[in-house]
């Protein structure tokens, strides 16, 4: 093993600490001030060289390092130890497909893991949209293809009223309940209940396979999910984000088509979907000052 070379590169922690403390209050504070020493102890321990950090999400820190062999990496820590664990579970039963980052080392009372890096990692976002669909749809098959643990505990159910709890109480505040209402959230959650009434075909589901959530491994690999939320359920549920993506470019009706022709989905079920999570969608735009065309696609499909 190398010797561990431990330093963290500068950074500004001021975004990543207000999205942290957005999500699980002020009394995170103090875990993020134990960062820079956790970081160091673990990179000691393992042999890491650590690097910059990454735009890291809501619930964890990110920062880039090597594994002692050279392997570019990163080293993930989060104050939620638990929902760390369950990400690791969940990378760990996807690992078959080759379409997740390969955990390298994980320690689940540090609330920390070391995930292979993804190259060149470019968002799906990012990538030519013409190109696209083909990748997402092999993405899919090789996902779906993995067989859900006996008595896996989550399915898609959860997920969804889970997702409707959370968001739901967006509706309080006046600048979304000014364009969303209790009705179209309440026929929202009535289209998807019927939905999932009348799944057919179940799968080990990603779970929240949006397009940040997809980056480039390359030719010979396809896209590379990331933070999974594994769940049983429907397979269209996996392409819809990309369906609803696209307000605001070809249309979701026009993406739809395309997108289910290449995952081979079907393609009303898909749509059907996309009206269930367009209101959601429409919430994220308007709180981070979307684009207004977008906004009312969306509002119009959740009609």
Known sequence: MLAARAHTAAVDMGDVGARL?????????????????????????????????????????????????????VLKLSPDRALLTKQVEMLRVFASSGRVPAV??????????????????????DMPTTSLPQLWGELLAALHTVAPPAQWPWDLRGRCDEAFVRIGR??????????IDQAAWQRSIRRCETLLDTQATLVLLHGDLHLGNALDGGPSRGLVAIDPKACVGDPCFDAVDYVVAGAGHEGVEARCQLVATACGLDGDRLYAWSRV????????????GGPEPVIDELLALAC
Do not use: K, N, Q
């Open 104 to 125: 390298l080392s994980t320690d689940a009372e540090a609330g920390a893991m070391v995930l292979e890096e993804v190259l060149p990692g470019t968002e799906a976002e």
């Open 21 to 73: 403390v957005g999500r699980f209050g002020p009394e995170v504070e103090g875990w993020l001030a134990e960062v820079p020493t956790l970081a160091a102890r673990l990179a000691s321990r393992w042999g890491l060289v650590l690097g910059e950090l990454f735009e890291s999400g809501a619930s964890s820190l990110v920062m880039r390092c090597r594994w002692p062999d050279g392997t570019p990496a």
């Open 170 to 179: 967006r509706l309080s505040e006046p600048a979304i309940g000014a364009r």
């Open 277 to 288: 999570i367009a209101p959601m969608v429409a919430i994220a735009h308007l709180t981070y």
